[in-house]
């Protein structure tokens, strides 16, 4: 095929989807087709979608909107739409609105991509693939300054709980787990081509492996990928907090490549909200689940999601979620307005909050939050923090602690894939800035200072 063959992939959404298209892309690098900025000047343009929200959703279809004209102008060039925006239940009026699409692919189907592609060049298109394909083999390009310092790696797919609200499951289905040996066989590939941190993907990852052979867990999984050399540090994301079992606690403290840092969406902070959200525990269970986290793990990082404004929710019931964010001082809260998703349970309730009362809920809770995270942040100046570096940006050099606090710091030397030692001087509610210390070790491991909340 001509290797001049161009492509260009948008995304949009969760870490699984920017996995999902760094796949794509590796994979059509590997047959010869080069990556470009614009999708007018690409032969291939994949679209990685997102309908979360229905803000997300907008933003989709605007975009893929726009690129008609690119289509009727170059009718050579090929249009593939991916991820959440296509479903059973809505891809008949997909195909009408945007007739221009060549494939409409289901959430991570990788291999669709290709076979549209060919190994001999774009094939002719025209019919729409949704056949499920977890993905290709791990591929190995030459270019280790291609593969991200910290690398997004799926080890599973779909979700088994029913929240009301939530599209998720509707679009990629049941959960279905990789093996372990596939996973680690990834990572040690990923390692070899630059990679130093990786973040174990799931929907929701604490339920991993129920769906395989003997059931292995995800502290199983952590174990396993602990063992690979080269690799400094593990991440994972999103846990469900009633899939959240003691073992796990037990390998992020005990394991020395595990971060000391928890995804722990809540939601709401009220009983009542909870239930009609399908969440499956309590706000005291959830609170207890903190204190069990923070008793065993010291210094251990929070972060949480919060929707407002859920059908139904009252003054006090967002009183209620207020007061635990107060109580339990996550360092970063995500903070989102309900937004209706059509075929879910919960769009069957009234969405009787007001959009303006929505935006002054989620402005208070983000008013809340910055305030905390601020002060949580400036006890640690002063500190030396161990921060991995992935990148130069705006002149700064950009990298995370362990309790992944985005730190950047100025200095001459090339710091990208090494870890540095770093004396925080300012601290912001969103990020720190200090000064790179003389004679950093790059491949230790240890756990950094942090405050004691």
């Known amino acids: ?34 990556p470009v900025d614009r999708a007018q000047d690409a032969d291939l ?29 170059r009718r050579d060039a090929r249009l593939v739409v991916m991820g959440c925006l296509a479903g059973d239940d809505n891809i008949t009026s997909l195909r009408r609105h945007f007739p221009y699409v060549d494939a409409w692919l289901k959430p991570s189907d990788v291999q669709g991509v290709l076979d549209l592609v060919g190994r001999d060049g774009l094939q002719t ?10 993905r290709p083999e791990p591929v190995c390009p030459t270019d280790r300054q291609t593969t991200p310092v910290s690398v997004f790696v799926p080890v599973m797919h779909g979700c ?45 990852v604490d339920s991993y492996g129920g769906d395989l052979p003997g059931k ?22 999103t846990s469900h907090p009633g899939d959240v079992r003691p073992h796990l606690i037990e390998a992020v403290a005990e394991l020395p490549k595990v971060c000391e840092h928890f995804e722990l969406p809540v939601q709401s902070g009220d009983d009542e909200v909870l239930r009609r959200m399908g969440r499956g525990y309590t706000a005291a269970q959830y609170r207890a689940l903190v204190d069990r986290i923070r008793v065993r793990i010291p210094g251990v990082s929070l972060a949480t999601d919060v929707i407002v404004g859920f059908p139904g ?25 309900y937004s209706e998703r059509p075929g879910t349970p919960a769009a069957r309730l009234r969405d009787d909050v007001s959009p303006g009362e929505k935006e002054r809920r989620r402005k ?31 002149g700064r050099w950009r990298g995370r602690t362990r309790t992944n606090k985005l730190t950047f710091f100025e200095d001459g030397a090339n710091w990208r894939g090494k870890l540095a030692s770093v004396r925080l001087a300012w601290a912001g509610p969103w990020s720190l800035i200090g000064e790179v210390l003389p004679q950093t070790p790059s491949n230790h491991t240890g756990t950094e200072n942090t405050e004691n909340r």
């Open 1 to 34: 095929m001509c290797t001049m063959a161009t492509f260009h992939i948008w995304t949009i959404g969760c870490q699984m989807n920017k996995a999902d298209s760094r796949m794509v892309s590796e994979e059509l690098m590997k047959l010869g087709y080069t």
């Open 45 to 73: 343009v994949v679209l990685n979608t997102c309908v979360v929200r229905q803000s997300a959703e907008d933003r989709v279809v605007g975009y893929l909107s726009s690129l008609k004209p690119l289509k009727m102008r």
């Open 125 to 134: 298109a025209g019919v729409s693939k949704t056949s499920e394909v977890f």
């Open 160 to 204: 088994h709980r029913l929240c009301t609200y939530c599209i998720v499951r509707l679009r990629r289905g049941r959960e279905r787990s990789r093996p372990i040996g596939e996973v680690t066989c990834e990572v040690k590939q990923l390692v070899t081509r630059g990679a130093r941190e990786v973040t174990l993907l799931g929907q929701n």
């Open 216 to 237: 292995p867990t995800l502290a199983d999984l952590l174990h396993a990928v602990q063992k690979v050399e080269g690799l400094w540090r593990i991440r994972f994301l």
């Open 313 to 337: 929710e009252t003054e006090t019931q967002f009183e209620n979620t207020l007061r635990m964010l107060e109580d339990l001082r996550f360092d970063v809260v995500h903070v989102a307005a």
């Open 364 to 394: 208070a809770l983000e008013a809340l939050q910055e305030g905390i995270a601020a002060e949580i942040n400036r006890r640690l100046v002063g500190q030396t923090l161990e921060v991995l570096v992935e990148e130069k940006q705006k």
